[in-house]
């Protein structure tokens, strides 16, 4: 085609319209498509061997009914046709025989040009010769793509003969490097061109600032992060800090005694807790809230009795990969506590912890912790249980119930569960309870602040969300990349309170 617009050129000077583009030598029956042309055109253009501008023109055009009228006429004309000369006439029922449905169409027309007339069941001539109208309108707008009559076009359009079209074509031109043939551009001047000069007489190909450039590689983040920034907006949306947990490698004291989690080895753990051994020991802790530590450990206070047992200082100085992320909030509440006012807190936090525990389809040595704390004067368990109403329900998940638990560090404990529709039955969810004063108090924490607190996972909801049944396909060594990069963004709607987490009725 490139070369047949070149070969035109050549020929006629120039192309006034490429609708009348004469067709390829050897390819006359081929429509000629504008927009195979538009591709031709700018290539050649690229190379200024053409210019062109386009052309934008509305034409009528026939449907195939307007179509089959403008060439054997219109149905009222085959019906006078149909009708012989004379006065023996046609009867009514062979017209229909004759004609089809456009005998009933056309009938009625015929009658209002007065055409024709009934005579009984017969039809009858009235006029020797008839003029059909419609079918030279028709024509008329085959020939010109128009028709001197406005109303005739309107009338026309309504009765689906005819639409107007629009027609996009070309006015094309020679351009300053016009010749037959296409000359090869170059892409890149290399060394060889400048060492023989050849570059002088290449022609360059010209950059096409306007094209678009593949989308280039980029980071893609994992479900768990999605899921995570969901939660994130949930605690910002009500009023939450993020607490800074980027301390994988805690002190025992933190992880356990602040939280007054007994040195008994047994209980510490219940938590499978990783050790570290080089440095096996942690750096300073803050002495006065230490010995405060240490005293309701062994002796009590603040009401309690205490464990009873011997405090060892060598204990809480042991480093552990934190076993929970409520070793953070242990310390934040300790800085709480360090300001001149007590003044009522909400953090949050959503970080990784580690267990030693044995790995399984659901279960993996390290996960994430989604944590969040309240501090107020006189809180209580009906505003723990209120919030964790308002908290689930701003992730669809709706009527939840509790189930009293045991934790060192908190009194009334609660275990959080929601019905799942899939699996039938409660599952948990999350853990919960008021902290104890054995707590709050060493910290530094005035008597009658209540801090509330909860845990809950961040893999088990995103495996829900994701449709993943097998933790090693969400996290470590195994991870399908290509999951990573296809898994669509996270939203915590009411649909996966619904549908997938829990029953809502
Ligand atoms: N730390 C608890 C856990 O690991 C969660 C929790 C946090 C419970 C705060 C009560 C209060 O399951």
Known sequence: IKSHILHVLDKFGSIPDTKNLPPVPGHEEAPMDQLVILGALNSLADKEMVQYTTLEKELWVLSKEGQDIANTG??????????????EGLEMAELTAKLGPAA?????????NKW??????KLLRLVESIEDQAQDDLQEIVRTGNHSKADVLKDLKRRKLCDRQRLTSYSVSKGPNFSLTERHQETDITAEMLQNKSWKESSFKKYNFAASAPPPPSGHLHPLMKVREEFRQIFLEM?????????????????????????????????????ISDPAVSGPIPEAVLG????????????SVGYGTEWKRSEADKLVLRTHTTAVSAHMLYLLAQQPEFQPAKYFSIDRVFRNESVDA??????HQVEGVIADRNATLGNLIGFMDAFFAKMGVHNIRFKPTYNPYTEPSMEIFSYHAGLKEWVEIGNSGMFRPELTRPLGLPEDV????????LERPTMIKYGIDNIRELLGHKVDLGMIQRNPLCRLDKKMGKERYMEDE
């Open 116 to 121: 024709i007339k009934k005579d009984g069941s």
């Open 450 to 457: 209540r801090v509330l607190g909860w845990g809950l996972s």
């Open 74 to 87: 219109s149905h009222e004309a085959k019906v006078f046709y149909a009708v012989p000369a004379g006065t």
């Open 104 to 112: 009933k169409i056309g009938q009625g027309k015929a009658f209002k």
């Open 362 to 367: 659901t279960h993996l040595a390290e996960f």
């Open 239 to 275: 009023g939450f800090s993020e607490m800074p947990a980027n301390r994988f490698v805690e002190n025992s004291f933190w992880n356990f005694d602040a939280l007054f989690v007994p040195q008994a080895h047994s209980a510490r753990d219940l938590q499978d807790t990783f050790y």
């Open 292 to 303: 405060r530590v240490a005293k309701v450990h062994s002796e009590g206070g603040y009401g």
